[in-house]
Nanobody, 123 residues
Framework: QVQLVESGGGSVQAGGSLRLSCAASGYTFSNDCMGWFRQSPGKAREGVAGINSDGYISYTDSVKGRFTISRDNALDTLYLQMNSLKPEDTAMYYC?????????????????WGQGTQVTVSS
């Protein structure tokens, strides 16, 4: 049974940094496509960053140059390093996984989701 558990969210001031983690279990971590998504109240869920088992990475335009997605296959953990945070980055952040994906930022490609971790950025 696939399980994804996010951690690392919190409250920071604009310009600050946070690192989100997603601990995965229940499958072979390296044979997958994983992504970070976010959703704020009243808005649709948005793909933030995605990475597949070959190491190909995608970012949504608004986070390019500020966020970095990475994975540690030895620890079965996905990360999202978020720097230069802005108030508009405030959202619930979710980790997601699928065994194969074509569009790494398309939520419809993913079929396993974590419970989310809240990120709040104040101005």
């Amino acid at each position: 049974q696939v399980q994804l558990v996010e951690s690392g969210g919190g409250s920071v001031q604009a310009g600050g940094s946070l690192r989100l983690s997603c601990a995965a279990s229940g499958y072979t971590f390296s044979n997958d496509c994983m992504g970070w998504f976010r959703q704020s109240p009243g808005k649709a869920r948005e793909g933030v960053a995605g990475i597949n088992s070959d190491g190909y990475i995608s970012y949504t335009d608004s986070v390019k140059g500020r966020f970095t997605i990475s994975r540690d296959n030895a620890l079965d953990t996905l990360y999202l390093q978020m720097n230069s945070l802005k108030p508009e980055d405030t959202a619930m952040y979710y980790c997601a996984m699928t065994f194969w994906c074509l569009q790494r930022l398309d939520e419809n490609e993913y079929n396993h989701w974590g419970q989310g971790t809240q990120v709040t950025v104040s101005s």
